[in-house]
């Protein structure tokens, strides 16, 4: 990269860090260079380096890297710097039916920790939020990591929610609808909170560390009794205009009245209680050759893949990834990729999350890398200041 001469000295000095600290940040994993490195890597010269890696040994994010095997038999050695992961760390919450997780991380993404903890469906959502902060407090004292040392949470949960974290409408929780979550749990913490649907956390996620690690163009499904799905483009999450995209679970309002508790009927009744316990039941009774329960199951997925073809019709991406509850049930996976084949012009591949239950709390944690990242590496502030808090 070619050295930038004139123009504002502190826009010039916040690129200069940015372009040394994404040297030393690495693709990777943090790398150990010297300033000899890192003048060839950043093409900056020897002066600006050293002003800047110095800048970066004040703000705790860059150390000198102690001296190497046979460093002392060369004479005197040339100084290495290191990125400081531990500098900070970030923080990945779900926050769903049955149960409230959280996932602890270095500034690389590298995990730290994680905690899970059950939770009443019927809870309301005081009670959620403080079963949620407990986790957290429990994961942070286990870690012995600081609340301070927070830099950026990221939060999935169910529902449509807005850019300033506020929960639109959100019928899997109680009370959840109208919700300031972003700003209830910004009162936890002084750093960055960034709120997002479930399945729009779990598409990032298994871009990230799953199924999808080599696919740009991606429909997450997350297959749960109102099924909802997060859309990669061209490798970037697309929310829609209001945060609904992907509410597949809302098809039947479409003139399909059948709602998920007379799909899954096995004796003419409504199923009830309708959680994931009674509808593995359900899916248990089929494999074991329950002619009622295999009815129920057949019709369950015939409406789960109409859902899925509308949005793979509509966006034709390389990949569908099915994950929530279903993606640990067996029967789903064949018949998805058969309708696809009839419904669809050009049936992508599908698969099962790698990462199952994992994935929406790893989503989150990535949308807290990211934010962080692009304080990091940005021209226009301060390494973890400002951005977006929703």
């Known amino acids: 990269m070619g050295r930038l001469t ?33 003048v060839r890597e950043t093409g900056l010269s020897r002066p600006t380096v050293e002003g800047v890696v110095e800048g970066l040994v004040e703000a ?5 890297a ?5 460093d002392a038999r060369r004479g005197r050695p040339a100084r290495r710097f290191r990125f400081l992961a531990g500098a900070g760390h970030l923080l990945g919450i779900e926050i769903g039916s049955h149960r ?20 009443d469906a019927a809870a309301p959502a005081e009670e959620r939020l403080e079963r949620t902060r407990a986790a957290v407090a429990d994961l942070l004292r286990g870690s012995g990591v600081p609340r ?12 449509i929610v807005e850019a300033d974290g506020r929960v639109r409408l959100g019928t899997a929780l109680p009370g959840w609808t109208g ?7 910004r009162r936890s913490f002084r750093c960055p909170v960034l709120v997002e649907n479930d399945a729009n956390a779990a598409a990032l996620a298994e871009r990230w560390k799953g199924a999808a ?6 429909v997450f499904v997350l297959a749960g009794l109102s099924p909802g799905a997060g859309s990669l483009i061209g490798g970037r999450l697309h929310r829609g205009f209001g945060g609904a995209a992907g509410e597949i679970g809302a098809l039947h309002l479409l003139g399909r009245e059948a709602t998920p508790e007379i799909l899954l009927a096995t004796d003419g009744e409504p199923l009830h209680p309708l959680d994931e316990a009674a509808v593995a039941r359900v899916f248990t009774l089929a494999r074991q050759g329950d002619p009622r329960a295999r009815e129920a199951v057949d019709r369950f997925i015939r409406r789960l893949v109409h859902d899925v073809a509308a949005l793979v019709l509509a966006l034709d991406p390389e990949l569908v990834v099915v994950g929530g509850w279903a993606s640990g049930l067996d029967g789903v996976l064949e018949p998805l990729r058969t309708e696809l084949e009839r419904y669809c012009l050009r049936p992508p591949r599908v698969a099962l999350s790698v990462l199952g239950e994992a994935a ?18 940005s021209v226009e502030g301060a390494a973890f200041g400002g951005g977006r808090t929703g």
């Open 6 to 38: 004139g123009g504002d000295p502190s826009l010039l000095r916040r690129i200069n860090s940015s372009v040394v600290l994404r040297a030393l940040r690495g693709t990777d994993a943090p790398r150990t260079l010297t300033y000899t490195d890192l």
């Open 60 to 64: 705790g994010l860059v150390a000198e």
């Open 66 to 70: 102690t001296e190497e095997p046979g």
């Open 100 to 119: 409230v997780a959280a996932v602890l991380a270095d500034l690389t993404g590298r995990f730290a920790g994680t905690v899970s903890r059950a939770v």
């Open 148 to 159: 301070g040392s927070l830099r950026a949470v990221g939060v999935g949960s169910p529902g």
């Open 179 to 185: 919700l300031p979550l972003g700003e209830r749990l």
């Open 213 to 218: 690690i080599d696919s740009e163009d991606v």
């Open 360 to 377: 929406v709390a790893t989503g989150a944690l990535r949308l807290a890398l990211d934010h962080v990242e692009e304080r990091l590496f």
